[in-house]
Nanobody, 122 residues
Framework: QVQLVESGGGSVQAGGSLRLTCAASGRTFSRYDIGWFRQAPGKEREFVAAIRRSGSNIYYADSVKGRFTISRDNAKNTVYLQMNSLKPEDTAVYYC???????????????WGQGTQVTVSS
């Protein structure tokens, strides 16, 4: 089992940047693929990015491709989501999740953090 804690959210103006961190507990972190998802008010949770357990494969949603970068440091049990050129439509609660399927659907992940709020103003 792994426990996940997100941090780094906040309020920023359009065009700004934020870096989210997903810190994991446990010695098996490197066995998990990690995904980032987000949920805006009144909307369903949507996939943002995923990274393989080794870091060898990465996948982004089209809406964030070229603006967001996912990375991981298995020695620190941490995954990062660097978000640049933020837009108001990026406003959401961002969640990290751990699983074994490197998927884009939330039911493909087994463990979730509590989320961190990102607000982008125009």
């Amino acid at each position: 089992q792994v426990q996940l804690v997100e941090s780094g959210g906040g309020s920023v103006q359009a065009g700004g940047s934020l870096r989210l961190t997903c810190a994991a507990s446990g010695r098996t972190f490197s066995r998990y693929d990690i995904g980032w998802f987000r949920q805006a008010p009144g909307k369903e949770r949507e996939f943002v990015a995923a990274i393989r357990r080794s870091g060898s494969n990465i996948y982004y949603a089209d809406s964030v491709k070229g603006r967001f970068t996912i990375s991981r440091d298995n020695a620190k049990n941490t995954v990062y989501l660097q978000m640049n050129s933020l837009k108001p439509e990026d406003t959401a609660v961002y969640y990290c999740a751990a699983g074994w399927l490197f998927g884009t659907k939330d039911n493909e992940y087994n463990y979730w953090g509590q989320g961190t709020q990102v607000t982008v103003s125009s």
